[in-house]
T-cell receptor
Framework: AQTVTQSQPEMSVQEAETVTLSCTYD???????LFWYKQPPSRQMILVIR??????QNATENRFSVNFQKAAKSFSLKISDSQLGDTAMYFC????????????????FGQGTILTVHP | GAVVSQHPSRVICKSGTSVKIECRSL??????MFWYRQFPKQSLMLMAT?????????EQGVEKDKFLINHASLTLSTLTVTSAHPEDSSFYIC????????????FGEGSWLTVV
């Protein structure tokens, strides 16, 4: 079984500054996906960024980027130029993929990090 | 884009009654859907995997008879909380995977259940 650990229950950052959220995971699988989801007060799960384990290049989506260290099983999220709308709970998640390349579809989530962006 | 709709968004029921929550994929077929439970300020915990045309697969510790899952069509999965108790009050959220091997997961809006 895999586990996902987010060791920062809460983080805060000033608007326009950069913040990094940490995530580590443990798995015996060789192929998998890692995700960061944002959950605002509405509780809607919003995909922020996705990383495929077999890709060495770190994923980037506008102001969001990851630092994926496969050997260390680390997957941190960097938010640049933080905006007030970034205030939310952020979850790191793991999804396994079988040998045929098909995902299992189910996600294992970390405990979450509450991010507050201050004006 | 793909949309997964959940209904109702909020429901209040009395102890001892049953309540049904629907998860519907609106523009794609989902052979597999997933049900999660989330307590306030906590993480999402997988309850079960809903398989179209077959029995659901429950995670360890989840009572099958209490949380009935039915996936009768390629676009609809339902979660029925039977004989609800106040401790079942929680946020329930479903997800769906496009097709049989898709690697993109779509979440519903979630459903707040309050048992009084």
């Amino acid at each position: 079984a895999q586990t996902v650990t987010q060791s920062q229950p809460e983080m805060s950052v000033q608007e326009a500054e950069t913040v990094t959220l940490s995530c580590t995971y443990d798995t015996s699988e060789n192929n998998y996906y890692l995700f960061w989801y944002k959950q605002p007060p509405s509780r809607q799960m919003i995909l922020v960024i996705r990383q495929e384990a077999y890709k060495q290049q770190n994923a980037t989506e506008n102001r969001f980027s990851v630092n994926f260290q496969k050997a260390a099983k680390s997957f941190s999220l960097k938010i640049s130029d933080s905006q007030l709308g970034d205030t939310a709970m952020y979850f790191c998640a793991f999804m396994g993929v079988n040998a045929g390349g098909t995902s299992y579809g189910k996600l294992t989530f970390g405990q979450g990090t509450i991010l507050t962006v201050h004006p | 884009g793909a949309v997964v709709s959940q209904h109702p968004s909020r429901v209040i029921c009395k102890s001892g009654t049953s309540v049904k929550i629907e998860c519907r994929s609106l523009d794609f077929q989902a052979t597999t859907m997933f049900w999660y439970r989330q307590f306030p300020k906590q993480s999402l915990m997988l309850m079960a995997t809903s398989n179209e045309g077959s029995k659901a697969t429950y995670e360890q510790g989840v009572e099958k008879d209490k949380f009935l899952i039915n996936h009768a069509s390629l676009t609809l999965s339902t979660l029925t909380v039977t004989s609800a108790h106040p401790e079942d009050s929680s946020f329930y959220i479903c997800s769906a995977r496009r097709g049989s091997g898709g690697n993109t997961i779509y979440f519903g809006e979630g459903s707040w259940l309050t048992v009084v």
